[in-house]
């Protein structure tokens, strides 16, 4: 199994630009979650959704906006790319067992660049 | 509020000696749930272990060792023996309800 996937795994962009991030897990789970990790803040969440059909935010959700396509797949969008986005980006995905505690798995991350 | 404080942003220990990782939590939920993750230079997350705020005991597992008190609200994780591909950043992350809350990380770098 490969887990969760992520492409691109680097990206640079201009001011201004957009792109996707995508996300994908092969692990059947329910629940999927977009983090940026910045030096000396440790992660901290974008977007999650806690099953298909559903996404909330977390606490840095400003300037991002996420689809979740299917059960598989959980996308992360810059509109309008500004430097402050410059971060390294990790998908992560989770199930919780009858009557247990889910532990969310991550992917390789995607480092972008906003120039 | 929900909150993970690592203090040590940087220890560096000569390989073969121990380390110790401080991990101070804060919520309001009397259930709740402790993670650490490990990220090593390649940059991947990866899951270390999960404690539920009911299970006290501490745990060993291989050179790795735990341990929770939770009347001081801390978490904290030992290396023993320490070797150089230990050398990685470590989190400790606190879930209340269905969100991780992540401390900055302890940056552990051994020197062979």
């Known amino acids: 199994n490969a887990g969760v996937t992520q492409t691109p795994k680097f990206q640079v962009l201009k001011t201004g630009q957009s792109m996707t991030l995508q996300c994908a897990q092969d692990?059947?789970?329910?629940?999927m979650y977009w983090y940026r990790q910045d030096p000396g803040m440790g992660l901290r969440l974008i977007y999650y959704?806690?099953?298909?059909?559903?996404?909330d935010k977390g606490e840095v959700p400003n300037g991002y906006n996420v689809s979740r396509l299917n059960k598989r797949e959980f996308s992360l969008r810059l509109e309008s790319a500004a430097p402050s986005q410059t971060s390294v980006y990790f998908c992560?995905?989770?199930?919780?067992?009858?009557?247990?505690?889910?532990?969310?798995?991550f992917g390789p991350g995607t480092r972008l660049t906003v120039l | 509020a929900q909150k993970v404080t690592q203090a040590q942003t940087e220890i560096s220990v000569v390989e073969k000696e121990d380390v110790t990782l401080d991990c101070v939590y804060e919520?309001?939920?009397?259930?709740?749930?402790l993670f650490w993750y490990k990220q090593p230079p390649s940059g991947e997350l990866v899951f270390l272990i999960r404690?539920?705020?009911?299970?006290?005991q501490n745990e060993i597992s291989g050179r790795y060792s735990w341990n929770f008190q939770k009347s001081t609200s801390s978490f904290n994780f030992t290396i023993t023996a320490s070797q150089v591909v230990d050398s990685a950043v470590y989190f400790c992350?606190?879930?209340?309800?269905?969100?991780?809350?992540f401390g900055k990380g302890n940056q552990v770098v051994v020197i062979p």
């Open positions: 404690r539920n705020s009911f299970d006290e």
């Open positions: 959704s806690a099953s298909e059909g559903t996404t």
């Open positions: 919520t309001r939920d009397t259930t709740y749930y």
């Open positions: 992560a995905s989770s199930e919780a067992p009858p009557g247990g505690v889910d532990t969310q798995y």
């Open positions: 692990m059947n789970h329910n629940s």
């Open positions: 992350a606190l879930r209340p309800l269905n969100r991780l809350a």
